[in-house]
T-cell receptor, first 111, second 115 residues
Framework: AQSVAQPEDQVNVAEGNPLTVKCTYS??????LFWYVQYPNRGLQFLLK??????LVKGSYGFEAEFNKSQTSFHLKKPSALVSDSALYFC?????????FGAGTRLTVKP | NAGVMQNPRHLVRRRGQEARLRCSPM?????VYWYRQLPEEGLKFMVY????????ESGMPKERFSAEFPKEGPSILRIQQVVRGDSAAYFC?????????????FGEGSWLTVV
């Protein structure tokens, strides 16, 4: 079965610094990888996805993610963090009938 | 273009009552997914439906939980005889078809509290 792992429960960065939220995957076949963000008491919002093509995927709100096949990783990045980026971030992989999510990483950006 | 619509947003039920959560998918989407999120936890898949068909219910508890997506109207997640452990956020998502590259889009969730 497809799965993803987010090794960090919590990531803290200072505003203006670059941020990375890590995700590794385990799939059979081609991976279809996604990042979502969840603000308090809200649903998940789609940020970006990797299906095929360029390893660097650009998404909403200035986020991007790099697909690395040799390291089986799909880390989420942003060059300059904003306080408003503070939220819960989920990596996910498409399976046959559903989307499998990681446990989530809470990002806190401090002013 | 309206997104995935869920109602109610918040629902309080006493132990033993029934909870009904409704979901209208995005326009043009015929595939619906239900997920549950317990406090401070990730999302757990419950069920995947198409119109009038349950495709995958491998994540549904064996008892008290049921889901449907009728030909007309919203998808319904039904929880009978609720217990405190059912308190959670229930999210519905939809996609246009079940191609693996398709994004699934989430509603704002229904927060169930069992007292």
């Amino acid at each position: 079965a497809q799965s993803v792992a987010q090794p960090e429960d919590q990531v803290n960065v200072a505003e203006g610094n670059p941020l990375t939220v890590k995700c590794t995957y385990s799939v059979s076949g081609n991976p279809y990888l996604f990042w979502y963000v969840q603000y308090p008491n809200r649903g998940l919002q789609f940020l970006l996805k990797y299906i095929t093509g360029d390893n660097l995927v650009k998404g909403s709100y200035g986020f991007e993610a790099e697909f690395n096949k040799s390291q089986t990783s799909f880390h989420l990045k942003k060059p300059s963090a904003l306080v408003s980026d503070s939220a819960l971030y989920f990596c996910a992989v498409r399976d046959i009938n559903d989307m499998r999510f990681g446990a989530g990483t809470r990002l806190t950006v401090k002013p | 273009n309206a997104g995935v619509m869920q109602n109610p947003r918040h629902l309080v039920r006493r132990r033993g009552q029934e909870a009904r959560l409704r979901c209208s998918p995005m326009k043009g989407h015929s595939h619906v997914y239900w997920y549950r999120q317990l406090p401070e936890e990730g999302l757990k898949f419950m069920v995947y439906l198409q119109k009038e068909n349950i495709i995958d219910e491998s994540g549904m508890p064996k008892e008290r939980f049921s889901a449907e997506f009728p030909k007309e109207g919203p998808s319904i997640l039904r929880i009978q005889q609720v217990v405190r452990g059912d308190s959670a956020a229930y999210f519905c998502a939809s996609s246009p078809e079940n191609y693996s590259g398709n994004t699934i889009y989430f509603g704002e969730g229904s927060w169930l509290t069992v007292v």
